[in-house]
Structure formats: structure tokens, C-alpha cells
């Protein structure tokens, strides 16, 4: 096996069963200040939320200069490709796709010169009629270079009726059916973007030396030191530029709003605040709720690292049962070049987690995850628990079963890849090889965020907030193009 699968294959075995967020995105106005260096630190930042390429774009009050690539922030930008980005305004982007596949073609931000000048768009979310959308652009004769829906935006601005970029993007949003928070880059604004249901979080905050910044979450304006920071609404556009920061509604925002519910879960950082919650406390409470709704006598409550850690801190204070570290993760397996060997290659997910023996060894373990989608990653982690002694394992997950498929922006594979559409919960159980599954009740999880509504819960229910094509798939536009 190639070096490269098999570095693939040990990071798929662990996120494979976890939902995958596909970018985060970054906008910033800065007179007088190194914007593309900014930018590179605020994704920094927002590298959990992608990790397959990275893009700066820096406009400098007449044209655009981009940078982008595949890989880490850190393998993408150097010095020397950062020193040519000059400007006062700019845009950036870290990517995991969903629509279309992994391709450097598909890499943000996109941009194109237009009879308004030029262009630079980086988007995150997924549009659910983006298909509709590209065709009628192909039949009007418009070539399209990729199998992203964010190219089709972008091409969609570039050609929308208005005489100004505000009108340009109020007339694009009520052609757009879905989930999209944007950073849209000309020569001399920044624009931030989120759709009405406010499914992506966004959010703005000032920053110290003067000028604006947008980030997909409030860790990355942090970073930059920002301060009043306050979250984009749904519907809203908020412009960065010279002149004062401009807000502007530019839809209503929707009756219901759909805020997708796996930032509070497992997408976000946890130092993030949004829908006016610390992501961390959020997460706190899910535990908390597990070991209310099912207690159950154990010695110690452990982990899967990172995003479920707050929430096993909740459970081991709700059950008075001690928490403790279990699994190490190796958050550098991806990083090597140096060939592993055939027995190394068979140690699969050991090669990500390692067992802490001494504290599991003879005890009943409590262990909270965050999700399963594939269930390709519980039971090796399971198998791994047994092999150091643990006496029992009974396994605690932070949501409902996911058994649909994520239309709007989140990849989580099609029907046949969800193991809770497949198989009922005891059957899951059996098969993961635990002595007991549970997963949080609905009701519990949204106690725990502490709303009754405004969020998207389709990935439990199957109960969309938009009309949705089930035949959609993350490489649909690739198939296409063949």
C-alpha cells in the first residue's frame, strides 16, 4: 500500500466515524496591517474545521491576489508565497468538501474577473439546488472549472442583476436554496454572507488596531484579538470596507431557523460562542443529560479525545462517577513520511489511540463519544479497552442515532453508510462488542442546548428544513463532468 493510502486510511478509520464539517472561512479589513498574515492565523484557527486545502485572497483597493493549495495551513503558506498577498482586504478559506470531491480544481477561494471588477468568493455550507443552478448556467453557455457549488455562487454573482455588490448579492441569495455563510472578496470590500436559516455560524467582531474581521467561529477572532464581537444574523450582509461597517438585511430571516446542531456537538471548537452559548458548556450539559436519562454503576468515566471530553467531565459530575483519561491521541499520524512497516500497518486505529492500561485495568468504564455514523471506529476502540483489562465498557453517545443524511453542508455519507439506518440499537451494540449502548434522547440533547427550536435535527429525524433531491451526493457534479 502507497504511503499516502495508508496515512489516509488511519485518519478515515477515526473521522470516518465522526459527521465532517467541509471549511471554515475568514474575512478581514485591516488598513495599515499585513492582512494576509491575519488571515493566515485566523485559519489557523479554523483548521478543525478542514484540513484537505487552505486559500488566501488580498485585494488592494484595484485587483485580487490569491494563494491557494492542497494540505495544512502550514503546508500551504510560507513567507515567501504570503510576502506578494498586499492589501487592506482579504478573504480565506480551509476546506473539507462535500460537494465535490477533494480535487485541487475544487480548492477556495474562487476567483474570476467580471465587468464590476475582480472577484474572490469562499463559502461554507452546501447549496440543496445546486444542480438546478449549474445546469442553467451551463445552458446559458457559462464554463464552469470545477464540481463545487461554490463556483457556481461565485459565477452566479458575477453575472446577478444590481448595480451595486449589495444588490448584486441580495438578487444571488434569493436564487440560493440551502446552507451558506460567505466571505466575498472585491477590490475594495470584504462582504459577509449567512443564509436565512442561519445553518453555518458566522460572526464579526472589531479589531484592535482599526477595521474588521469575519470568522466562521469566535476563536478565530479571538486569535486576532478582536473584540465586540456578535454574530452574523440570518439574512444579514455586513460589509468591510473604509467606510463605516455597513449591516444590511438582505432576506428575512426564516420562520424556522435551522441552526445545525453538530457545531454544539462535535464541529466547533470548544472555546466557541454562538446562538448565544459557550460551546464547551453546551457540551458539559450533553453529559450531564446522559447520566441523567440512563445512570449506570461504572468506576470511571473516559473520553474518546478531543470534542467529547467536556461532555465526560459533565457526565462524571452529574453521576458523581471520577472521570479520568483513557485513550491518547496521536493527532500526528498523518504528518510522516517514513514507510511503516506490515506489522505496523495491521495495528489500524492503535496507531491513532493508545490505551492509559493502569486506568482502565479491572474497572467498569463509562465512555462518552460524540457520534457514530459508520461504526467503523467503536469497536476497534472497544476491542482496544478489552485487550488492557477493562472489566466492562458501556458506551454513551452525546446525540440521537443519525440514521439521514446531511443535505446541507455536512458530510455523513449516504443511507447505506449510516450503521443507525441500518441497524437498530441493541444490534449496534452487539456489533461495536460493548456490554451496553446508549445514545442521548432528542429531548435530552436539546435540554442540553437549551432551546426547543432553531436548530436542524434532519440527521435524527429525517425531517429536513428544505426540500432535498435523497439522490444528491458529495461527488454528484464529479460524475457529471465525466
Not at 479589531?207 to 474588521?212: A, C, W
Not at 499520524?333 to 479491572?362: C, H, W, Y
Amino acid at each position: 500500500m502507497p504511503m499516502n493510502d495508508f496515512l489516509r486510511d488511519i485518519e478515515q478509520t477515526d473521522h470516518a466515524d465522526h459527521p465532517h464539517e467541509e471549511c471554515g472561512v475568514i474575512g478581514i479589513y485591516a488598513p495599515n496591517e499585513d492582512v494576509a498574515r491575519m488571515t493566515f492565523f485566523g485559519l489557523f484557527a479554523l483548521q478543525h474545521r478542514g484540513q484537505e486545502a487552505a486559500g488566501i485572497a488580498v485585494a488592494n483597493g484595484e485587483t485580487i491576489h490569491m494563494h491557494k493549495g492542497s494540505g495544512l495551513v502550514s503546508q500551504v503558506f510560507t513567507p515567501a508565497n504570503l510576502e506578494p498577498l498586499k492589501g487592506h482586504y482579504a478573504i480565506g478559506h480551509t476546506r473539507y468538501s462535500t460537494t465535490g470531491s477533494s480535487a485541487v480544481r475544487n480548492v477556495q477561494p474562487f476567483q474570476i474577473e467580471t465587468m464590476y471588477g475582480s472577484l474572490a468568493v469562499a463559502h461554507n455550507g452546501n447549496l440543496v439546488n445546486a444542480a438546478e443552478l449549474r445546469q442553467g448556467l451551463l445552458q446559458r453557455g457559462i464554463g464552469l472549472s470545477s464540481s463545487s457549488d461554490s463556483e457556481v455562487m461565485t459565477m452566479m454573482l458575477a453575472g446577478a442583476q444590481g448595480s451595486t455588490w449589495d444588490e448584486r448579492l441580495r438578487w444571488a441569495m434569493e436564487q440560493w436554496q440551502g446552507a451558506y455563510s460567505l466571505v466575498v472578496l472585491t477590490r475594495d470590500c470584504v462582504y459577509a454572507v449567512r443564509d436565512p436559516w442561519g445553518f453555518r455560524p458566522l460572526s464579526v467582531g472589531m479589531l484592535p488596531s482599526g477595521g474588521h474581521a469575519i470568522a466562521s467561529e469566535t476563536g478565530a477572532l479571538v486569535t486576532l484579538g478582536c473584540l465586540a464581537i456578535r454574530e452574523v444574523q440570518p439574512g444579514e450582509v455586513i460589509a468591510l470596507s473604509n467606510k463605516a461597517l455597513k449591516v444590511s438585511q438582505a432576506l428575512p430571516p426564516a420562520k424556522s431557523l435551522a441552526r445545525c446542531v453538530f457545531e454544539h456537538i462535535y464541529f466547533s471548537r470548544p472555546d466557541s460562542y454562538w446562538d448565544n452559548r459557550w460551546v464547551h458548556q453546551v457540551r458539559q450539559r450533553l453529559g450531564e443529560e446522559l447520566a441523567k436519562e440512563l445512570p449506570t454503576p461504572a468506576d470511571v468515566v473516559i473520553p474518546v479525545p478531543d470534542s467529547s471530553t467536556p461532555a465526560a467531565i459533565g457526565y462524571a459530575f452529574a453521576s458523581g462517577i471520577p472521570y479520568n483519561d483513557g485513550f491518547i491521541k496521536n493527532r500526528y499520524i498523518g504528518r510522516t513520511f517514513i514507510e511503516p512497516t506490515d506489522s505496523l500497518r495491521k495495528q489500524g486505529i492503535a496507531m491513532k489511540f493508545n490505551v492509559i492500561s493502569e486506568n482502565v485495568r479491572d474497572k467498569r468504564i463509562i465512555v462518552i463519544d460524540d457520534s457514530i455514523v459508520r461504526g467503523n471506529t467503536s469497536g476497534p476502540l472497544v476491542r482496544l479497552l478489552r485487550e488492557a483489562g477493562a472489566k466492562e465498557i458501556h458506551l454513551r453517545i452525546t446525540c440521537p442515532p443519525i440514521k439521514h443524511p446531511c443535505y446541507m453542508g455536512v458530510d455523513m455519507g449516504v443511507y447505506e453508510d449510516l450503521i443507525a439506518h441500518k441497524l437498530d440499537v441493541p444490534e449496534i451494540g452487539r456489533m461495536i462488542g460493548c456490554d451496553s449502548l446508549y445514545y442521548l434522547s432528542l429531548d435530552g440533547m436539546m435540554r442540553a442546548v437549551g432551546r426547543s427550536e432553531g436548530y436542524c435535527q434532519a440527521c435524527f429525524t429525517g425531517q429536513y428544513p428544505l426540500q432535498v433531491d435523497p439522490q444528491q451526493t458529495k461527488t454528484g457534479f464529479e460524475k457529471s463532468r465525466v
